[in-house]
């Protein structure tokens, strides 16, 4: 069997359908979910239905860790012996070790054609960012070319989120900027935002609903005058929410693809139940 020119791997956190990375030859690495005494692989493991459902009566947080260098290189490895190089595309170095142990396990890999990507981004931002880099890939691209590609869309992938609480993110350490909303109004509903790769704030808002539709006339404003808008929708046991998010993208910036999938257990592990996201980015 002939191997494929270039093959992307992401993490997790990336929160891909199976069939888009079915589809596009993807190779996903697992997070790895701590809980209650048992580690789970991300999506493997435990998946996003039995998280959610399992998450309001535990009275144990979840911890997430990445994988280690060793595993990584188990990983890379399996990769290579189906394809001729690889792309790694990861979540941001600012909200994980994962980039690190990628890099890591990439030098172990000798001679082997890799190049290592930071997403700056995390879930369907990093998501996004993989499948144009596999559309790239099948065009014909060799990995460096790939890689430059994916590194170009970078500064051009949003993704912007609104959650019910900031408990989640601020247990979790991964809140950024967001922290100076830490002991303000209880009942705020603020959007964030990942700005170079960081949590950060963009706005306070009283209530879930207008969160949401502040959430979407940002991006709104974003993709004004743009074409060819790719875009995904997130959503922590909110599938409701996310449909309505999803008529109201068709209806107004008539994406030319919209991804739908709920968030994985490491994600949702940091951002809590009741979260929603718009991820998304222009070509032109």
Do not use: C
């Not at 979840?62 to 394809?83: C, D, I, K, N, Y």
């Not at 257990?265 to 940091?270: Q, S, Y």
């Amino acid at each position: 069997m002939s191997k494929a020119k270039v093959v992307v791997v992401i993490d997790s956190t990336a929160n891909l359908p199976e069939d888009l990375v079915a589809q596009h030859n993807i190779y996903v690495v697992p997070q790895i979910v701590n809980w209650e005494g048992q580690s789970y692989l991300d999506g493997i493991d435990i998946k996003a239905d039995e998280f959610y459902a399992r998450l309001p009566t535990s009275k144990v947080s979840p911890t997430t860790s990445q994988p280690s260098p060793g595993e990584f290189l188990e990983h890379f490895q399996r990769v290579a012996e189906t394809a001729e190089s690889i792309v790694g595309i990861f979540i941001s170095e600012h909200l994980s070790g994962t980039l690190s142990s990628a890099r890591q396990a990439a030098t172990m890999m000798g001679d082997f054609p890799i190049e290592i990507v930071d997403s700056r981004s995390a879930s369907m931002g990093l998501g996004l960012l993989a499948v144009a880099a596999s559309r790239a890939a099948a065009a014909g691209k060799d990995y460096k070319e790939v890689a430059a590609y994916a590194r170009s869309l970078v500064p051009k992938v949003r993704i912007l989120f609104v959650v019910d609480t900031l408990e989640y993110l601020h247990r979790g350490g991964r809140i950024g900027g967001a922290k100076r909303l830490i002991g303000s109004v209880l009942s705020i509903k603020p959007v964030l935002h990942l700005d170079d790769g960081k949590i950060e704030p963009l706005a306070s808002i009283r209530t879930k609903k207008k969160a949401v539709e502040h959430m979407l006339d940002v991006v709104r404003q974003e993709v004004s005058g743009k074409k060819e808008v790719h875009t995904a929708v997130v959503n922590a046991a909110s599938p409701d929410e996310a449909a309505k998010i999803i008529q109201a993208l068709q209806d107004t910036i008539q994406p030319v693809e919209i991804v739908n999938g709920p968030l994985s257990p490491v994600i949702g592990t940091h951002v809590g139940p009741g979260t929603v996201g718009v991820a998304f980015y222009a070509e032109k």
